[in-house]
T-cell receptor, first 115, second 112 residues
């Protein structure tokens, strides 16, 4: 099946700093990628939909100025958590779809801890 | 009402048992349905897509009931390795736009 990579897999940063997470589709082109966040023992929550070459679409309650998304190519989307706070500590997962409405391939996730 | 609802469980069943989960969805126009499996602290992985005609993959059977707006997953002869959280996933907008909605997941624990 299709492969999606995410980097880094784990990051610890200090409060107030910014962290960039990369999501890459390795063997297919993804016009649309998705960013999710999952807190412990909770379900995946969609944060934003990332479209190649255009602005991301953010879900209600997600601050676009805090979570910067860039989808510069058909195989790469980045999520930057700006001015991170401890409450941003979570498991961030990206996914990419090979075709609209089809299966979503998930990256392995990035565990962010803000101290 | 949530767009996708699942019984959170946990379901604790003995090895070899048959277990079934249901998931209801609110948008009758939904087109695509999936079951994903998520192990602890890992990303979700597709278990199977759900088709109108139903589909079976080994010990796993998925069914779709459009009239009642639910999908189901049946696991037969459960194994210890089946212990995981099972996520019901629905694409509420059909094939033209892909904003899939995840259920909160059903935790399954298989005991020896």
């Amino acid at each position: 099946g299709a492969v999606v990579s995410q980097h880094p897999s784990r990051v610890i940063c200090k409060s107030g700093t910014s962290v960039k997470i990369e999501c890459r589709s390795l063997d297919f082109q993804a016009t649309t990628m998705f960013w999710y966040r999952q807190f412990p023992k909770q379900s995946l929550m969609l944060m934003a939909t990332s479209n190649e070459g255009s602005k991301a679409t953010y879900e209600q309650g997600v601050e676009k100025d805090k979570f910067l998304i860039n989808h510069a190519s058909l195989t790469l989307s980045t999520l930057t958590v700006t001015s991170a706070h401890p409450e941003d500590s979570s498991f961030y997962i990206c996914s990419a779809e090979s075709e609209p409405g089809g299966e979503q391939y998930f990256g392995p996730g990035t565990r962010l801890t803000v101290t | 009402r949530k767009e996708v609802e699942q019984d959170p469980g946990p379901f604790n069943v003995p090895e070899g048992a048959t277990v079934a989960f249901n998931c209801t969805y609110s948008n009758s126009a939904s087109q695509s349905f999936f079951w994903y499996r998520q192990d602890c602290r890992k990303e979700p992985k597709l278990l199977m897509s759900v088709y109108s005609s139903g589909n079976e993959d080994g010990r796993f059977t998925a069914q779709l009931n459009r009239a009642s707006q639910y999908i189901s997953l049946l696991i037969r002869d459960s194994k210890l390795s089946d212990s995981a959280t099972y996520l019901c996933v629905v694409n509420p907008r059909g094939s033209s736009a892909s904003k899939i909605i995840f259920g909160s997941g059903t935790r399954l624990s298989i005991r020896p």
